[in-house]
């Protein structure tokens, strides 16, 4: 199962390769943010994303990650899994 899981930007890192550094359940992995080009606001440090196989793909504010969040703690070993994926893989 593939999970978008929120994810909070610590840092953007390359502007040339649309890439930032979320910290997704306490775990910091380089995410490609290209697919947020052309929103209203540009996304900076703080902001909290869904992050699916590498890309962040939709922006959403704190209320609703840490709820999502809450949610998908509750799934178990899904939840369980998709941490350990990210845990073990990498974009650079």
Do not use: K
């Amino acid at each position: 199962m593939c999970l978008a899981i929120p994810g909070q930007v610590v840092e953007l890192i390359d502007e040339e390769r649309r890439l930032a550094r979320v910290s997704v359940a306490g775990v910091r992995r380089t995410v490609n943010i290209a697919l947020l080009d052309g929103t209203d606001v540009a996304l900076s440090n703080g902001d909290w994303v869904l992050i699916h196989v590498g890309f962040a793909i939709s922006r959403v504010d704190e209320t609703e990650a840490l709820a999502t969040l809450r949610l998908l703690e509750q799934m178990g070993a899904e939840y369980q899994q998709e941490l350990h994926e990210i845990r073990t893989s990498a974009m650079e």
